[in-house]
């Protein structure tokens, strides 16, 4: 049975050298927590050195998420690359045949089966840490945003926020701050 989110390392790990180049799209249907307006498209390559899968990618994709600001839902164009080393154990196969390279599975996440790499998980993984804590719409954190203005986010034009302007009035001017 083949699976589509399964990515054949093993001739790769097998072979020292030889490179494995792959365009991947994904539309993470096991991620619940965002919102793509795209799908995730990019590339994959490995290469073993040996001792170490090497495995880097560029990808790319457009999400809906909320502006820290005003609320208001925002698609924003995300870009991420993939750069990572998985420890391999054994002798590859290429080399002798009383033995055979195999991934060191040591993340807390599962990353691969074998030596099938799970290609959602890895790219979820690197995804993850690349989309913006505090999305903003075009306004900023510095312009005037009509939205968060409406919702009472901003303070009135020409005026800080009410409870400092009566604080500052109690410093009568010519008196010490001290």
């Not at 030889?18 to 539309?27: A, G, M, N, Q, Y």
């Not at 249907?29 to 965002?34: R, S």
């Not at 290609?119 to 804590?133: A, K, T, Y």
Request: hydrophobic content about 40%; charged content about 30%; glycine content about 8%.
């Amino acid at each position: 049975m083949r699976r589509d989110d399964l990515l054949d390392l093993n001739d790769v790990l097998q072979h020292p050298g030889r490179k494995l180049e792959v365009d991947i799209s994904t539309e993470l249907p096991e991620e619940e927590d965002l919102d793509l307006v795209k799908p995730i498209e990019g590339y994959l390559e490995a290469i073993s050195t040996g001792n170490i899968l090497l495995v880097t990618g560029e990808f790319t994709t457009r999400l809906v998420m909320e502006c820290a600001r005003c609320i208001e839902p925002i698609e924003v164009d995300l870009k991420f690359a993939i750069e990572e080393q998985f420890p391999v154990e054994g002798v590859p196969s290429s080399y002798g045949a009383q033995d055979f390279a195999r991934v060191v599975a040591d993340e807390p996440f599962a990353l691969f089966e074998g030596n099938n790499l799970l290609v959602e998980n890895l790219i979820r993984q690197s995804m993850l840490v690349e989309v913006p804590l505090q999305p903003l719409c075009e306004f900023g954190w510095d312009g005037d945003c009509p939205i968060a203005r409406a919702k009472g986010h901003l303070p009135a034009v020409g005026g800080g926020r009410p409870e400092f302007t009566k604080l500052a009035n109690l410093i009568k001017p010519g008196e010490s701050e001290a």
